[in-house]
């Protein structure tokens, strides 16, 4: 597929973003401090963030099948893909990365198109929600820690409003594209893009009345808790600890900066686990030592669950084309 001038410009500001603040960060680092972190590594807290770290798989699988209503794939069946994805989304740029799930969707399942960008839609979607609930319940139950934060009521009101934004966006989007399309009728050069949102609409209608959307929600939230859970003891790990309010606070930094274009989250993620750290009163150096640590951690993680993704779907693809070869002779 071509690269239009837009696609060109988005990967160059992306691959600029992250190296000026890869740059940055690996000045800063102290690197035997780092090394002197990963010698002394607390296994027992390592095994307990390995262990929420594959529930967040799971939960990413699970949410997968549930808003693809129209495929029965059984569930360990899918699981490949799921941890092959995320391996995609921290190598490529965004959101290349995520574009792959369309392609994988299609070659090992045959999902359509609008199936899949629809699902993808509504995954990465409801990621956001439950991230900002998170966020807005963390500062109610624990407002009185934050209280020394600059702007701490703008901050409340900013994610109040963006998350009142994302469910309208959740409920009425199908109506857009239903007045989208009818203006394509009408305009011969919105011609070309009628079939696939039509198609588009029509999957995220079926999403609607399935009532997936309370269910997914819930798996969502349930997810992100998980990967709270992962990030807090891997930074144990680390023996970093830090106050789990502020941890909250830092991940929900680094998972909005995330959103920004970038290669991979490398340099963004830190820079925004960074922001949210040292609102908690760790160092320059600390907050970039769990930034870093924790990273690397999460990192080595999708590294492992895709790598093994990636070899179950080439075993498998080869398997089915010996079966179909054996078949025909």
């Known amino acids: 597929m071509p690269q239009t001038p837009k696609s060109l410009a988005k990967m160059a500001l992306a691959i600029t973003l992250t ?3 890869s740059f940055w960060i690996l000045q800063q680092l102290d690197w035997r401090q780092l090394q002197s972190l990963f010698t002394n590594l607390r296994w027992p807290y390592l095994f307990l963030g390995l262990l929420f770290y594959c529930s967040v798989y799971l939960h990413r699988n699970l949410r997968f099948l549930l808003l693809l209503p129209r495929w029965e794939i059984p569930f360990f069946s899918f699981l ?3 941890a092959v994805h995320n391996l995609y989304v921290r190598l490529l740029p965004n959101p290349a990365g995520e574009m792959a799930f369309i392609y994988l969707a299609k070659k090992h399942f045959q999902i359509p198109l609008s199936q899949s960008l629809s699902t993808l839609f509504f995954y990465r979607l409801f990621d956001f929600i439950a991230i900002i609930i998170i966020f807005l319940l963390n500062w109610l139950l624990h407002r009185h820690t934050f209280t020394s934060l600059p702007r701490g009521p703008q901050t409340v009101f900013l994610a109040l409003a963006l998350l009142a934004f994302l469910f309208l966006l959740l409920f009425f989007l199908p109506f857009f594209l239903q007045q989208f399309n009818r203006a394509a009728q009408r305009w011969l050069f919105l011609a070309p893009l009628q079939k696939p949102l039509q198609k588009l609409q029509q999957s995220l209608t079926l999403l609607q009345k399935k009532k997936l959307y309370l269910q997914t929600l819930f798996l969502s939230f349930s997810l992100w808790l998980n990967m709270y859970g992962a990030y ?5 790990s680390l023996q970093l600890k830090i106050n789990l309010p502020f941890l ?5 930094t680094q998972n909005l900066a995330n959103a920004l274009p970038n290669l991979g989250g490398w340099g963004v993620m830190e820079a925004g686990w960074l922001v949210g750290l040292k609102l908690s009163g760790l160092t320059t150096q600390q907050a970039l030592l769990a930034a870093v640590g924790v990273d690397l951690l999460t990192f080595a993680g999708t590294l492992l ?4 993704g990636g070899l179950i779907l080439f075993l498998k693809k080869n398997l089915v084309s010996k079966s179909n070869g054996s078949d025909n002779s």
């Open 19 to 21: 190296a000026l603040l």
């Open 80 to 82: 490949p893909l799921t």
């Open 232 to 236: 807090y003891f891997f930074l144990r």
């Open 248 to 252: 909250v606070f830092g991940a929900t």
């Open 305 to 308: 669950w895709g790598s093994g």
